[in-house]
Each structure stands twice: as structure tokens, then as C-alpha cells.
């Protein structure tokens, strides 16, 4: 590997690890604030609360416009470039999705709670409280906080900010455990935690900003819609739609869980998930750092550097594939008691999940390289089907084992993905290389 490669690698691991250690701060304090949240109002009534909070990030994730990734790819270029109007001018673009996304959100999460509470089996005195917390959804609309700090390569602030909410929410948690409030104050401190978040995000964004000296351009110029964003309004839905597929088929099995089974029942289900995102995390915190350097790459024409930085990462993702195992089959047990004092089918549907988040983390640095190589259709159809196929099959299999059902379903949605993305990817390199091949005859 070459120098450029080092680079290029070195600095995708440096801002890899500092998400990590945002998650891994987020990782500690949650498995801090869970068991007092649950001594203090109950495995059901945390159950229920899990089940609104799912509900409310199934609503965020159907209506959110990824603008992050739109300002990466279409703010790369003008920002390497000098050229800061256009690169601001991508900014208010961003930042108009955001707002769009979090109106329509909040109309379609306050709709489906008066349409579908009944449904999902909510207590009547759960449903204002749930109906206030849907602000959460507006809230987390900072997508070009989020773009603009990834681009200037400042990681670090998002997770100063990230950090310190998480530390008060546990806090908080300890407060009410204490003084033994109600299901009520633990919804509002998680709606008042999704408020630290955005305020932090947006000084993250203008912090980092004003270390570049980026002035603001006039307000004209803002409003001139620049070449560089045709087709941005294509990237974006096409890119979110994708993420909205994938979000949807993580998060519904809990939903299913709790309208077919019960609360307990879900909760267990959410918290063996919450673990196996915890175990996993050190590699998915990768995936957003891939896209920045990636499409910095792309812009540049070095596509073999690409090629052998996910090579690398393929090498580093199965070494800590073997470590998670391991990890999962000797502690995921003992967490999971610990957190909710509960094991059961938990210990089985634990290890079940940990095999297919691996599936997942293998394929973790190939979806970005067909994002950023025009093949976000291709990645887009593929969930469609994948959904379509998969989604009979979870109903099937939750009402027939329940969350082990569930868990069993995501293990064969996410080994059909790992085989598409291997698939798609070697056509795209063998397609590069062979253009690259013709330009030089």
C-alpha cells in the first residue's frame, strides 16, 4: 500500500475511532441508565416506552431526506475547490431538506398515532405522551450539521456534544430512579436529550465552520441555485429511500413483537438488538467515515486506492468478526441479565442477531463504494425486493417462535445483502478496470 493509501486509511480508522468513542461513551452510560429506567417504572411500562421510541425512529427514518450525504457529495467538490458560494449554496439546499423532513415527519407521526395506537396496544395515558415526543423527530433534522462537519473532517465536535448528552440523560435516569418518577419523566428526559443533540449538532456545524473562516456570501447568491445541484434532488430521494428500506426492516420486528406478544417481550427483543449494536459498533462506526473519503477519492480519479482500502477493511472485519463471537458467546448472556434481569430466549436470540450484524459488517465498506459509483439504484431495488420477500417471512416467523423468529428473518436478509453487495462490487471493479484499461490503448 501505497502513501496515498495510508492516508486515505489512516485517516478513515482516526475518524472512525472518534465516532467510536462517542458510541462507546453512549454504549457505557446506556448500559448504566437502562437498569434504573427499568427498577424504577418496570420491565412492561419500559417495554411500552421502547415501543414509542421505536415507533417515533421508524417515523423519523420513513420521512427523513439524508441530507448529509448529499452535502458530501455534492459539497466535496466546491470545498476542496475554494469555491465557498456553491459550497454554502449546497449547505441551503441541505438545510431546506431538513426542514421539509421534519414538518412532514412530525404531521405523519402525530397521523399514524391517532390511526394506529389502538393497533399497537399502547394504554390510553401513554398516547399524549407520545404524541409530545414525536418533537423528536423534528429535532433530530440536523443532516447539514451533521454533512458540514463530517466534510471539514472534524468528527470530534459531534462527539463532544454527543458525549455530554448522553452523560445527562444517565444522570437523569439516576434522578428519577431515585426519586421514583414515573414512565412520564423518562419519556420527556429522552424528548429533552433529542434537544441536547440538535443544539450540539448545530454549534458543532458553525464551530467548525467559522475554524475554516468560511464567510457567509451575500444573500443573493444564496438563492441562485447552482449546476453543481442538478440531480441533487434525485441523489437525495433515491439515497433515502434506501435508508428508509433499511431502517424499516431493523426496527419493525420490535414493533411486531410488541402488537403480537407484549411488552416484555419487545423489550427484550430491543435490548439483545441494543447489545449486538453495541458489540458490532467499533466496525459500523467505519461506514461514516467511508463516505467522505471515498467521494474524495472519487473526485480525485484514484479509484484504485478505493479498491485497496476496502480490501484492507475486509481483512480488519473479519479478524474482529472472530472477536465478536467469541465476546457474544461468553458475555451477551450476563449483559443482557444485567440490564433487564432477564435472560430465557434473550441468551438465544442474542446470539442469533450477533451472526447476522456480522454478515452485515462485512459488507459494511461496499454499499459506500456503489453509492459514490452511480449504482444507488441498483443498492435501492435490491432492498425493495429484499423487503418484499422478507417482510411475510418475519410475520410468519414472529407469530409462530416471537423474537426468535424475528431475529432468524434478519439473519437471512442480511446474508442475501453481503452476497449482493459482493456481486455488485466486483462487476464495478471489473467495469473500472476495464475502462481504465481502454483509455490507456
Not at 433529542?194 to 438563492?223: C, I, N
Amino acid at each position: 500500500m501505497n502513501n496515498q493509501e495510508q492516508k486515505s486509511l489512516h485517516r478513515i480508522i482516526k475518524n472512525a475511532m472518534t465516532l467510536l468513542l462517542e458510541k462507546g461513551i453512549y454504549a457505557v452510560c446506556s448500559f448504566i441508565y437502562i437498569p434504573y429506567t427499568v427498577h424504577a417504572i418496570g420491565l412492561s411500562s419500559f417495554g411500552y416506552m421502547l415501543l414509542v421510541i421505536t415507533y417515533i425512529g421508524i417515523i423519523g427514518d420513513i420521512t427523513n431526506l439524508v441530507s448529509w450525504k448529499t452535502v458530501l457529495h455534492y459539497g466535496t467538490a466546491p470545498f476542496h475547490n475554494g469555491n465557498r458560494h456553491q459550497f454554502y449554496q449546497v449547505l441551503r439546499f441541505a438545510a431546506q431538506l431538513d426542514l421539509l423532513s421534519a414538518i412532514a415527519g412530525y404531521a405523519v407521526g402525530i397521523l399514524g398515532i391517532m390511526l394506529f395506537s389502538s393497533y399497537f396496544d399502547w394504554p390510553d395515558e401513554i398516547i399524549p405522551v407520545a404524541e409530545i415526543c414525536m418533537l423528536a423527530v423534528v429535532l433530530d433534522r440536523t443532516g447539514w450539521c451533521v454533512g458540514a462537519t463530517r466534510l471539514l473532517d472534524k468528527f470530534k465536535y459531534l462527539t463532544v456534544g454527543n458525549g455530554i448528552t448522553a452523560v445527562v440523560r444517565t444522570l437523569g435516569c439516576m434522578i428519577g430512579d431515585y426519586c421514583h418518577f414515573g414512565l412520564d419523566y423518562f419519556m420527556y428526559l429522552w424528548l429533552a436529550s433529542a434537544g441536547m443533540v440538535f443544539l450540539g449538532d448545530v454549534t458543532a456545524a458553525v464551530y467548525a465552520l467559522r475554524q475554516h473562516s468560511m464567510k457567509r456570501p451575500s444573500w443573493r447568491e444564496m438563492f441562485h441555485t447552482p449546476e453543481i445541484l442538478n440531480g441533487a434532488w434525485h441523489f437525495t430521494l433515491m439515497t433515502s429511500i434506501n435508508q428508509v428500506l433499511l431502517s424499516v426492516a431493523r426496527k419493525l420486528p420490535t414493533l411486531l413483537i410488541g402488537s403480537h406478544i407484549g411488552p416484555s417481550e419487545a423489550a427484550i427483543f430491543k435490548v439483545s438488538t441494543q447489545i449486538t449494536d453495541g458489540i458490532v459498533r467499533p466496525a459500523r462506526a467505519l461506514t461514516p467515515s467511508l463516505y467522505p473519503e471515498f467521494v474524495h477519492l472519487r473526485e480525485k480519479g484514484r479509484l484504485d486506492e478505493i479498491r485497496a482500502v476496502i480490501r484492507k477493511i475486509l481483512i480488519y472485519a473479519t479478524i474482529f468478526s472472530s472477536l465478536v463471537i467469541f465476546i457474544s458467546v461468553e458475555f451477551g448472556g450476563f449483559l443482557l441479565h444485567a440490564l433487564i434481569g432477564t435472560d430465557g430466549d434473550g441468551s438465544h436470540i442474542l446470539s442469533i442477531l450477533v451472526c447476522g450484524s456480522l454478515m452485515s459488517i462485512l459488507s459494511m465498506p461496499l454499499e459506500p463504494f456503489m453509492v459514490i459509483t452511480g449504482k444507488l439504484g441498483s443498492v435501492l431495488r435490491f432492498r425493495l425486493l429484499s423487503i418484499v420477500i422478507s417482510l411475510p417471512i418475519l410475520v410468519s416467523f414472529v407469530y409462530l417462535f416471537g423474537g426468535i423468529g424475528a431475529a432468524l428473518t434478519f439473519v437471512m436478509t442480511s446474508a442475501a445483502t453481503l452476497l449482493f453487495f459482493a456481486i455488485q462490487t466486483r462487476k464495478a471493479f471489473m467495469i473500472t478496470k476495464a475502462l481504465d484499461q481502454g483509455i490507456r490503448h
